[in-house]
């Protein structure tokens, strides 16, 4: 599917899907750079500020399991483009609120959009691949990182405070292209002839990839909010040079994301998975155990290049199970993934009190390891070569 050609609609297709995970990782981005903000502005001491991200964990998870069957019921088009909508539009009233209770109530909105959204653009991205569309997940994820760089210069570097502001003219620039783009989603209602099976959920090989992704995303998590305050311990630089190790681990990720779908269509799941997981495992050792701060950024850049496609490979092949339907599919290893991006830092900072951040981070290597070993479960098959 790699080489299909798209027709002008087609590419108008795939821009505005490209365009909601890009939403995701603008807005997710957004919202993470001004949490030091929120916890002045209402004076929360870490214990309280503990407690928003929990019920915003919650709201996610809790819509994320109901974001599969109302896809089922309405078609991911429509409702995708509800949560899309409404993610940024909560991250305008949570910097608006007049008092602590409509705060709270923003940050279970914000939550419950992105765990909705978190499914249903993958719904979007998997309808793609049925209907004839090149094989994207891999860009599509990439969309998402860049939004992430996107949401980080305009809320973590450019400029400071006036969030009301920016989250306004954050929200109407989406709008503005969501109402060029968004008629051109896929329209896949079903009209509910599949249910939901909570047997489905037994499924040895779905359980797996439930596993594989929470790993994964509690990797990607623990870099997040680990990998600078390492760099600045080890190698006592500011804050700003000891951001450098997350910006080189996404920018590498991006990169990796980008090109993964041909890369996979050239050399199979299984082989992208064993090298992902083997690159990853590589990088996190470099980080960890190269003395000089350029071969840190390094590693940190190839742990990036490592993680990049194991997120949309284990989507697209939970996706793709002829044993348990699309929705059930997708829907768990989201809540899988989300739940590990979630628990990922307090795992590692609880490790870390004990034996200390740089052997906690030990734990990367061992996912790489696991991953790798996991990939004799995915196909082999290439491109226009299917399993036999």
């Excluded at 993958?122 to 990439?142: C, D, S, T, V, Y």
């Excluded at 050399?267 to 350029?294: E, H, K, V």
């Excluded at 993934?337 to 979630?342: A, E, K, P, T």
């Amino acid at each position: 599917m790699g080489g299909v050609h798209t027709n002008p609609g087609k590419k108008l297709t795939i821009t505005a899907v490209a365009f909601q995970f890009f939403i995701n990782g603008l807005v997710l981005a957004a919202w993470a750079t001004s949490i030091p903000h929120v916890k002045n502005a209402y004076s929360f001491n870490d214990a309280e500020l503990g407690v928003v991200l929990l019920i915003m964990a919650a709201g996610a998870l809790l819509f994320m399991s109901l974001a599969g069957y109302f896809s089922h019921v309405f078609g991911s088009r429509r409702m995708s483009i509800q949560s899309a909508l409404l993610f940024p539009s909560a991250l305008v009233l949570i910097f608006a609120a007049p008092n602590c209770m409509t705060f709270l109530c923003s940050i279970v909105l914000f939550g419950a959009a992105n765990g909705a959204m978190d499914v249903l653009m993958n719904h979007q991205a998997k309808a793609l691949e049925e209907n004839g569309f090149p094989r994207i997940m891999a860009f599509l994820h990439g969309c998402s990182s860049t939004g992430i760089l996107a949401g980080i210069m305009t809320f973590g570097v450019i400029g400071d405070g006036h969030y009301v502001a920016r989250s306004v003219t954050l929200l109407t620039g989406i709008l503005i292209v969501a109402r060029w783009l968004f008629p051109h989603l896929l329209d896949d209602v079903r009209s509910g002839e599949q249910r939901l099976a909570i047997g489905e959920l037994r499924n040895c090989k779905l359980l797996m990839f439930g596993i594989l992704s929470f790993l994964t995303m509690v990797t990607d998590g623990a870099i997040a909010e680990w990998s600078k305050l390492y760099l600045i311990r080890v190698e006592q630089v500011t804050d700003q040079v000891g951001s450098l190790g997350y910006v080189a681990f996404t920018l590498l990720m991006i990169a990796g994301r980008i090109s993964g779908d041909r890369v996979k269509d050239a050399i199979g799941c299984r082989a992208l998975i064993a090298i992902s997981g083997s690159l990853a495992s590589a990088g996190m050792t470099t980080a960890l155990f190269m003395p000089s701060f350029a071969g840190k950024l390094a590693g940190f850049a190839l742990l990036g290049l490592g993680m990049a496609n194991l997120v949309p490979i284990i989507f697209s092949e939970a996706a793709s199970m002829n044993t348990v339907s699309k929705t059930v599919g997708l829907t768990f290893v989201s809540v899988c993934g989300y739940s590990g991006f979630l628990v990922g830092p307090p795992i590692i900072g609880r490790i870390a009190e004990a034996v200390g951040l740089g052997r906690a981070l030990l734990f990367i290597i061992a996912v790489g390891v696991i991953v790798a070993c996991a990939s004799v479960f995915f196909d082999r098959h290439r491109s226009g070569q299917p399993e036999p």
